[in-house]
Nanobody, 126 residues
Framework: QVQLVESGGGLVQAGGSLRLSCAAS????????MGWFRQAPGKEREFVAA????????SSAEAVKGRFTISRDIAKNTLYLQMNSLKPEDTAVYYC???????????????????WGQGTQVTVSS
């Protein structure tokens, strides 16, 4: 199985940028479709962005379209989330997740993911 460790969170002012990383170990990322989710205080965890197993397809939530970009570096076995034009409503704990699949599709469904990281806090001040 794969182990996932997120990093790169922190405190940033509105309008700023952060890049989250998710380092994988145990298995190569090319064996999994990947996703980013987030959970704000008092709210349910929600989908942010996903990338297919092949890396050829990505998808993102409407709330982050045009601002967040998901990518991966197979050589470094690392998943990224570049977050630009951050807003206070982006404040949350961000989680990366891996999904076992034979197909090169993306998924926004939390229950379809098999492995999760521990999360990294992102706080956006106004």
């Amino acid at each position: 199985q794969v182990q996932l460790v997120e990093s790169g969170g922190g405190l940033v002012q509105a309008g700023g940028s952060l890049r989250l990383s998710c380092a994988a170990s145990g298995r190569t990322l090319s064996q999994y479709a990947m996703g980013w989710f987030r959970q704000a205080p008092g709210k349910e965890r929600e989908f942010v962005a996903a990338i297919s197993r092949s890396g050829g397809s990505t998808s993102s939530a409407e709330a982050v379209k045009g601002r967040f970009t998901i990518s991966r570096d197979i050589a470094k076995n690392t998943l990224y989330l570049q977050m630009n034009s951050l807003k206070p409503e982006d404040t949350a704990v961000y989680y990366c997740a891996a999904r076992r699949t034979y197909w090169s599709t993306t998924s926004s469904q939390e229950e379809e993911y098999d492995y999760w990281g521990q999360g990294t806090q992102v706080t956006v001040s106004s």
